[in-house]
């Protein structure tokens, strides 16, 4: 940092110790998930607000202001790195403190009351006993946009996952996604070929699952010296710091499926943490990108790797020796099968990799209607149901399997279910830009091998940081702006095959 | 808190807030020693020195200091409950804001190094690398106590851990007991009885070990809705807030006493953890009263019913379900020979209850001579040398095995020891109040009860806080100032009919 003036430096040096103190809070955010005891939930819940609020203080405090806009005056704001950090840390600034405390009170304590008669309303599938709380939250996240300004409503929401991201590219993106995907999942359902899913559904001990997806993980190249495996309800990573990292999952005894691709998935956002510079750490060219990007790490691993056939080619052996009762005798192309079913569902988080996009343009198009006022929250059950239809071709039975299934909106989260799909398109283009410059990638899965993916991730996309914005870097890494049709042709070269279509 | 003065109430939030953020740092201290993957070091430590300053800085606030003042000055000060929090929350302040800021620092910062330098001096069994570290330590120990004032240095340093005692009241204690142990384990020695301690050094399968563990704690009381288990490499029971009170342990397969006598020790500190008042969390009446008083508890539950005959003859059946390959057939008067030991030995934390007492006066004597200058630095290998020579007959072989095997002064813990036999004393003292007053203790341990007594230590200990001071406490419940007679009563009662003395 030679050269930079005193303001910067103490910039940092303040928003340094705000993201320390904000790590605090992931060590016990990770802990509520993993190894709490129960009656430790209303202390946890004071601690996380106390750690929060003096978060929040010392990033919105006046001397933080202060030292940002003689920064930003200064000659060090011209040159490239300052440059970076400067501008993503003028975006958070903004945002956090054009918004009233009293609001940021209002929300924080609506959405967690509002959690708790989620999960009440899921479990009595009854959406009427949401209705009230998600109509008073929606009104807050206007109020919370309007002060934040800058933009429509749902784009500056959106703003807080995805910087740079609108709803109008959205619509451009799904407009493209969506016939293409409807189609696609049409034809594989009137298709006479279909996989046999009960091979994922046999017996398929913890202890053995566990130790699978450790190995895995371990060849992607997820460091365990730096890092962790542990049983949640909820899969996730957590990145905590350098050198902490840590990944979730969740075991079935009789499903293979869901923990060893929660594990790939969560690994890969695991490696993009680790990959993070850590001489950066605390500040934006040590942090990741957006939401969108995290999610193409996670989802590479999963859909682009692991659910590939070279991928499998390597490891069914593998598994075959940890799962005797379950995989002797398995064909790899019966497998290799069964881990690419694609079939229409009503719970997204189970969705395969082509109806998932569907789910999330559902999501994405409510949301946006809830926002405007285009919806009203009480039609919110009709029009899942009839965009289920159109989408998917079903109907949910029940509040519980439609609109009362995602945590999010309770929580206040709107615009956050695009970064799901984003995170897909890119994953695909960044994927097939991977496959063009390096070297044979299928033989190199082939053999187990994941160094050469892993090296070129960390060059082109963890150590950028926040240097670029999401659709800038992922133009710049492949060449395109940001681009459905990657993932539309991984798609359809993966199961027309498979389907014989 | 009806009819309080506004500044008490606005101590009392500030005192309860530095509380909730020090127990962040419970959080991040627990996951340290158990679930932290190693490369978190580095990171960690700095989290953690973030949460002390912000939290020393919460407390040592003028504005709290204001507030304690004008509370004292108020009519509140007068009221039973509000007068044992101003006693308390002044003296810590005192000691708080008394000691300047640059050594504070110097002193965490010489500890944390020198801990360091200390594992590997104690590694290479080489006191010289230690010894600059430790002459540099006391100098600035002494500097503190100076800072504090109030008394010889001694008294000062040992006020932290156990207010209201002193040199001369160990003094007068130590000088009691120390003759009658050294008889005691002279005559042990001596006898011809001795048990077969290999009964605990057989086969004890890990899991078993933590199942019986778990369900003997469940039994004395220990909540595991509120609390955990979890394995680590010192034994420890972190009290983070209500309902979230944590032990660990340490596994060796081929030993039973390690795992079990460490558990039931942590789970007597734990249910006064559990036990205290959560009303008053994060002020002193709802905390323990001091290290001796908890010490008293843990070995409460570890050596007087633990190492009982009455617990023994109900769970050695279970035990040698549990262990079948090193318990069938075992002979409860055996077992019960093999679990009370006595033997001179050089690490303190593997004595046994007779001998261990005179551990602690070693280092209490070296401790005191050590800041008054009595003794230096240099000197302190052969000092130890000849303490356990005079003390236990025998001569440790390596600075490892002596003055290089306890954590304490390498960081700085100078008066902590004595507070060990405080609770050995504390306990026998309390214990035979317990059995006068209630129903036939020994009858509710051989049914496996532990209620009667769980609950006379909740309402005479856990529920009280620190509404006296340790030894008014004991006076109050016992009916007699803290004396070494209980303690010496127990052990002879116990050891001399097992060696036929």
Redesign the interface.
Known sequence: MAGTAPPYEELIRRVR?FM??H??GS??GW?QQT??????????A??LA??AG?AHAQFTSAELGDCLAAAEASPIANEADPAVNLREIRRLYDRATRVPGALVEEIARTTAQAQDVWIAARKASDFAQFRPWLDKIIRLKREEAAAIGGGPVYDVLLDEYEPGATAASLATLFNALAPALRDLVGRIAASGRQPDATLLQRSYPVAAQEAFGRSVAAAFGF??????L?PTTHPFCSG?????T?LTTRYNPQDFGDAFFSIVHEAGHGLYDQGLEATH?GTPLGAPVSLGIHESQSRMWENFVARSRPFWEHWLPQAAQAFPEALTGVDLEAFYFAVNDVRPSFIRVDADEATYNLHVLLRFELEQALVTGDLAVADLPGAWAEGMRRNLGIVPPSDAQGCLQDIHWSGGSFGYFPTYTLGNVYAAQLFATAQRELDDLPASFRRGEYRPLQHWLRDKIYRQGQRYRAADLVARITGTPPSPAFLLEHLCLKLQPLYGL
Chains 1, 2 share one sequence.
Do not use: N
Request: with cysteine; net charge negative.
């Open positions: 110790t320390l103190l790590s605090c060590v016990l802990d190894y709490m005891p129960p009656k430790g939930t209303a202390h946890r004071e601690q106390l750690l003096l460091d365990f010296e730096g890092g962790r542990d905590i710091g350098p050198g902490d840590r750490y």
